[in-house]
């Protein structure tokens, strides 16, 4: 597959909008899907569908094998040591709540303290707010620098004795950041401080190996990873779903079920309650395909030149300001141009089929810090390409002429 | 009327030069309105007089160019009128954003309607009706003062 | 839309199973979708994809209507007072839970109890549980009766002064009794307590009113709805959702957020935390549609007769024994033959392509009570016909033969 | 083979009469394992002597003839063998009913093969696979006596 000529396998991109060619920039906040993964959905629902995991009959056999391989889809992909360390759950937000609630109930008390950064997506604050409502914890900030970034050193600075868990995003959703996360993780675990990496941004574009990382958690949006919505990822090391509590509780987790106590499933059903998103799952296997299809050392290089190529264009800009210059930096490029409001631009962008994203991308704390209130973001996927980026320059030429 | 169109008028009449962009002094009434989506706020000050007549309204905010312009048009159009129609207009001019063709309020001159009709573009964009409202509905909150902050999610426009 | 010749909106029974035409009678597990469903995914996602609600695109702000658009149709088709009492939830499962989270987090308290009924499948026991352990409360189980139904006397019976809420199922999903779920709401009401209906087994099959009905909870799983996977209801009273605390933190569900504190955006939004399954609500409205063509009415005298017809058929055959004799009875007919182990019935059956589930369908309490480690059972849908009754009871007669 | 003739051949042969369906006097070792899917249930018991050889062994349980028959023909199979080459057996056949083609031990006779491979038919419905493995697996924690209680949910098959 020839990742410059990768659009074609979106069939979104053959659509109009207000008469332009779609110039999809915005895939920080869902990426587009190729067709293999929707006529997966497609031809599962038409073909094969059953609920998985409870009948005996055909159907019900064969979606259970079809949602399990997705497992192993994701376990290899992801490099985890074991299939049962994959959890499927609604989406990044979900696998977050699942271990800060979880977490939370069996480790933490009044006083202890949750590490994120000032990056942090709302995801990967509002789980530890709530710990903080009716715990009494308390949560400590790690400082974003003035290139967007958060460096080991900045970690550093805020673990305390105190520190039971730190929780950081793998790549900034605003300033396109990647952090050093597996030197995080071993300064960590050398202070016997577990670490959930938020990985939302990072899965789609960087290349994923948990037992290199050697985090204890790491949560993914399918959606952003060209597949389907409604579906997440938790990885999670063994040891910790043993532990840990179930979360929901429902059919397909438990193991005994008595009027005066119950007990649980085994991995990783013990965290799997209720009905899941069987076609979801099942067509996100199709992702995972199509992604090594391409291999992502292709999607890496390709999408460099498009970060290398775009910050070019914006910077040479007047009065376009480009927010955050991290030296390591995905594929996310945040912008203010002079004065003009953030969703003047997406909305005026927007008329000529530029698709951008306008406001504080869920990370209100990292723009209070910026002293912004919004600002805009153009975000890529595997599908983009430097006319896309010709396109976000010229629009943003038109839409500084009507500010003028 | 095109996106575009829309934001030339507006911008060239009040995103720009917004007007009431101020502190009312001893103001009598007050709300702040927030938009969490976009960011945007706007805080209103209004001075009612004995009879209910709106003596001064002002207001003070951040936000784009739709919802500086749609405060500064709206507070321009007001200032003079009494509670009760107030309230009218604000009710035309939200039932005109939401789905109506045109003002059927007799309170405004034609060409007070015409530059409200303006703003009338962004029924087109959901997002952006919100932010053409939110002064609107803080209006409301500050003359009721039935909430001091006004969340404008929760509107339906 | 003609009742009898429904089966052909379902692309699913164009399929054979071992050589066998499709006998699809598991639809209290999962119903399969009709077309309209699937092509809406599938157009939603090639021609129209974006995320909603964060966007101000193009492509982003006719998702959102379309989302949007879906929660009015619910609210219409279960007669809701207002739009903002629908919150899309990942499943039936998810939105008991989300109750039993915030309402125990806020009112309940050591010794407080919560009356569920026996017949409770174990999404609508297992939540409490957790209360149970982390809290003190007690559970109270109503009993069923011989028939396998529960009485409103039996209701009664174990109401006390501590019972703070009831959660009950509006339709067993074994015995298929229909629960006097609007007088015991009633009664619960009369005495200021609250009421959960559990309403899985009762949305695809029953006219709903939830004015009408007037309970405070009622779960609903779209998957058994001919919805998407992936997707369930919880309808709540205006002023449960603004009285109860959050349930998942993240994006979309906060007001402000500072570094010491978070306020939370208003409804729905407060209870819809992360990327929502966007493709699947877009996609539920469809079933709705589906649903009002057909009529709720015409469904309930199809379904009626059906059941009529199956309970009929299966009485007469000996060896055979019906599960429950409810008076008020749904699509759901459960049953053992002799000693034969009803997974081995199911393998057997399967063979012929008749698809039934068996096992304790994730209520092992009742099971304890009925005395059976496992019943057999033949769920129904719009698309079943008394033809595929026939071919069941003759796949039993075969495999009787084979146990003789 | 079909999956009709399977339950044939299991049924006559050990479906109906499941041998050592009882408890052993003085057993030395036990497990149980439960199938929390479908409700199986097993109870294994086991004397071994002083020379690790199985003296004895025998199950209580309840399940559907696939697990009964598994019990049973496996019980009949195991007795006079030695610890080792129980496990042996034992993992001969989950490899069996995972993936391989035939068993390959040289410790059972050709007709005791042939009995075991009765159950292979199972391999095309992998939740019928968990009724066929419940007491190997449950034999497997009574010789380890690692876990008192084995959920097979958590084991590949
Ligand atoms: C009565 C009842 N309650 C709850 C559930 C759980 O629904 P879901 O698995 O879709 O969350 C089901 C279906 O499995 C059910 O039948
Ligand atoms: C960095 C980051 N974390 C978390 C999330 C939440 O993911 P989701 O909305 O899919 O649950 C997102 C995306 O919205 C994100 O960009």
């Known amino acids: 597959m020839n990742i410059d000529d990768i659009k074609k396998e979106f069939p979104i991109f053959s659509n109009k909008v207000h008469n332009n060619d779609l110039v999809y920039l915005d895939s920080a906040n869902s990426s587009q899907k190729p067709l293999v993964v929707v006529d997966r959905i497609y031809d599962f629902y038409t073909k094969e569908f059953s609920n998985v995991g409870r009948s005996v009959h055909y159907l019900a056999v064969a979606a259970t094998n079809l949602y399990e391989n997705t497992r192993t889809s994701v376990q290899k992909y992801i490099n985890a040591k074991d299939k049962n360390e994959i959890v499927f759950t609604k989406g990044a937000t979900e696998a977050i709540n699942l271990v800060a609630s979880t977490f939370g109930q069996k480790y933490l008390k009044e006083g202890d303290e949750v590490l994120v950064t000032e990056l942090e997506h709302h995801s990967n604050y509002v789980p530890w707010h709530y710990l903080r409502k009716s715990k009494g914890i308390k949560i400590e900030f790690s400082e974003v620098n003035e290139n967007g970034e958060v460096t080991l050193e900045s970690i550093e600075k805020k673990i305390t004795k105190k520190t039971k868990i730190i929780a950081i995003t793998h790549l900034s959703n605003v300033t396109g950041a990647i952090l050093p996360v597996k030197e995080i993780t071993k300064l960590a675990h050398s202070k016997g401080i577990p670490v959930l990496i938020d990985g939302c941004q990072s899965a789609p574009h960087l290349k994923l190996d948990m037992q290199d990382l050697g985090c204890d958690f790491y949560a993914i949006s399918c959606h952003k990873m060209y597949g389907p919505t409604g579906l997440g990822i938790l990885y999670a090391k063994k040891k910790w779903l043993e532990e840990l509590p179930p979360y929901q509780g429902g059919g397909g987790m438990i193991g005994e079920v008595k009027k005066e106590d119950i007990t649980y499933g085994d991995l990783p059903n013990k965290f799997e309650a209720g009905t899941m998103a069987t076609a979801q799952v099942i067509a996100f296997n199709e992702s995972i395909k199509f992604l090594n299809k391409i291999g992502i050392d292709n999607i890496i290089k390709h999408e460099n030149e498009l970060i290398e190529y775009g910050q070019e264009l914006l910077r040479k800009n007047n009065s376009v300001k480009l927010i955050g210059n991290p030296k390591n930096k995905g594929a996310v490029l945040s912008f203010t141009i002079g004065n003009i409001h953030p969703h003047d631009i997406a909305t005026i962008l927007d008329e000529d089929g530029v698709a951008i994203r306008a406001g504080h991308h869920c990370c209100q704390i990292l723009h209070e810090k910026l002293g912004l209130v919004a600002t805009a973001r153009a975000s890529l996927g595997v599908y983009n390409t430097k006319e896309d980026l010709d396109k976000l320059n010229s629009s943003i030429n038109k839409c500084k002429k009507i500010f003028e | ?157």
Not at chain 2, 59 to 72: D, H, L, N, R, V
């Open chain 2, 1 to 157: 009327m095109n996106l575009k169109e829309l934001y030339q008028e507006i911008i060239l009449d009040h995103g720009k030069n917004p007007r009431n962009l101020r502190k009312t002094d001893n103001f009598n009434k007050d709300a702040k309105g927030y938009n969490p989506l976009c960011g945007d706020k706007v805080h209103i000050y209004l001075k009612l007089n004995e009879n209910k007549k709106v003596e001064d309204i002002s207001f003070e905010g951040q936000g784009c160019a739709i919802s500086m312009a749609s405060a500064s048009i709206m507070t321009s159009l007001i200032k003079g009128k009494e509670e009760k129609e107030v309230k009218e207009i604000i009710k035309d001019f939200l039932e005109m954003i939401k789905e109506k063709e045109s003002l059927n309020t007799k309170l405004l001159e034609e060409d007070e309607k015409t530059k409200l009709m303006c703003l009338s573009g962004v029924k087109q964009y959901p997002m952006r009706v919100k932010c053409a409202t939110l002064s609107w509905h803080t209006l409301i909150s500050a003359i009721d003062k039935s909430q001091n902050e006004i969340n404008i999610k929760s509107k339906e426009i």
